[in-house]
């Protein structure tokens, strides 16, 4: 059976007259990954603070690994890891002493703490850097011992705060691997990011969230078929016919076409398979625009979140001006 | 079907014990920080050094005092100058703590909620010791000489000391409350300002306009630059020393509750 370590129901967080969570509601299971995703200020961070105790919520409840995020913050502090969005580490303490004070204050035993922090530098590839101060480490290498401070006294529930942010892509890899073997034996871990690819590789259920509110919820494919399946995507030869390519591509479905002016590309979320891709071609053809290239494409967790996003933005529209795959 | 997670045995609850525990190691991280940036030491003990330069040759020549040697009169205030500056450093290095994001994993981690506060101040103190330490070396060297005995000059010390750290938890608040190190250092300079030139520090309470007066006669620093004077230069001490005392310990249990208040609600 499966057991839920992270419990969000209706959470509501208020900064002045703005207000950043209006009523949140998830469950992260145990041993998965809960992805959460949403642009910048959709309020990610300030759920992540939440859970961890550092900001009280107005509204709702919240429970991790079975305590109360407000009545039962002292424990429930025993049972999680944090690590933030910027490298939470002493710069002039070397990595070794970063880590044994981390585990100093978790209240583990001397031995242990020397012990973890001696394997954890081994497993994060901080070995040799282990004994110099950490003001000699690179981005990368203060993000790995901010991740590892976070596991020293292996809380069995971790949040992430955007945790590859800033990460070259091999660190970023690594990293990828290492959250799976945690996950493996058992861990609990929500995670905040931005980018798709690292919700689709890791998580087992990603809630997007945008101004304040979860707007889906799911699997990467389910949240997938939920945009409506396939891209039909065109790209044109010269960028001047992209508006009419646009507006014809929009005559073809009852989709909304999104504009991409740096790619040349259009596309529109379809149900139609091959016929619409002959019609489409025979059409591009008869208004005579050149195009470079013409096909359909499963959508992408980029495409979800632009179409999600924007439309939960008012405009009834994904088609905003200079709107980019976040990558 | 999800089940709710049932809360594992408690961990032990926050004790004394622990809370010293995390106190101690947080005094730990900062006196390896302090080792490590000798020249904050030297920067915080400069400027004492300066002001009692100042105070002895550039501007003492002009200011009577009543009944001895301007150079007595002073040093023991340059003794409150050096402590008080040493709780200064206090509140910018809290306010860089609240900045770098480090309070963010204190504060999610099981640790007691005063022992970053405590474990701070009292690692400050050992800079403010130094700072005391080579100030007698430099008054002194200019003159100052102790005229009592020995276990008068030591409580003496100590009472610049116990109100240095009772400061301390002014300047914590400070850090707290304002939450970025340049801002920390502009407004960790009014009280200092206040306590230490309306006062009785540098010039005779008679010299000043009689609005002035009934304050910087009463205030804490003059209060407590009395007992250190009487302290170190003989007479009668047992009234100062007293009052002195009980504002330290009313600085100290504000403060504490001030700031302790500040750093649970301190969401960076």
Known sequence: ?327 | MTELAVARPAPPRMSPKLALYDTAGVAKRNLLRIWRTPQMLIISAAQPAMLLVLFRYVLGGAIRVPGGKYVNYVVPAVFLEAVLIGGMTTSIGLAQDLKSGIIDRFRSLPMARSAVLAGRTLADLSRSITSLAIMVGLGFAVGFRFDNGVAPIIAGLVLVIVFGYACSWLYAAIGLATKDPETAQVAGILPFFILMFASNAIVPVSVMPGWLQSFARNQPLSVTVSAVRTLLEGGPAGHWVWQALAWSAGILVVFFAVALHLYRKSAS
Not at chain 1, 31 to 43: E, H, S, T, Y
Not at chain 1, 85 to 99: C, F, H
Not at chain 1, 206 to 212: A, P, Y
Request: proline residues 4%.
């Open chain 1, 1 to 327: 059976m499966d057991v839920a370590m992270i419990e969000v129901e209706q959470v509501e967080k208020r900064f002045g007259p703005t207000r950043a969570l209006a009523g949140v509601d998830l469950v992260a299971e145990r041993g998965k990954v809960l992805a959460l995703l949403g642009p910048n200020g959709a309020g990610k961070t300030t759920l992540v603070r939440i859970l961890t105790t550092l900001l009280e919520p107005d509204g709702g409840r919240a429970r991790v690994a079975g305590y109360d995020v407000v009545a039962d913050a002292e424990p429930l502090r025993s049972s999680i890891g944090l690590a933030g969005q910027y490298a939470a580490v002493d710069d002039l303490l070397t990595g070794r002493e970063n880590l044994e004070l981390v585990g100093l204050w978790y209240h583990l035993r001397k031995t242990e703490y020397r012990r973890r922090a001696h394997e954890l530098l081994e497993r994060f590839g901080l070995a040799e850097a282990g004994d110099r101060l950490v003001k000699t480490y690179s981005g990368g290498m203060r993000r790995r011992l901010d991740i590892a401070a976070s596991l020293i006294a292996r809380p069995p529930v971790l949040f992430f705060d955007e945790p590859t942010t800033g990460l070259d892509p091999r660190t970023r890899n690594d990293l990828w691997c290492f959250i799976e073997e945690l996950v493996a034996s058992g861990t609990t871990v929500l995670l905040t990011t931005q980018y798709m690819e690292e919700a689709e590789r890791l998580a087992h259920q990603i809630v997007v969230i945008d101004t304040g509110r979860v707007i889906a919820q799911g699997t990467a494919l389910q949240l997938k078929d939920e945009v409506g399946g396939d891209m039909l995507e065109a790209r044109v030869h010269d960028v001047a016919d992209l508006p009419r390519a646009a507006a014809l591509l929009a005559s073809l479905g009852n989709g909304i076409s999104h504009t991409d002016p740096d790619q040349q590309r259009v596309s529109l979320p379809t149900k139609g398979g091959t016929v619409l891709l002959i019609d489409a071609g025979r059409q591009f053809e008869e208004e005579d625009i050149a195009l470079d290239d013409l096909g359909i494409r499963r959508p992408s967790l980029d495409d979800v979140f632009l179409s999600l996003t924007g439309a939960a933005s008012g405009d009834g529209t994904a088609n905003l001006p200079g709107s980019k795959p976040m990558r």
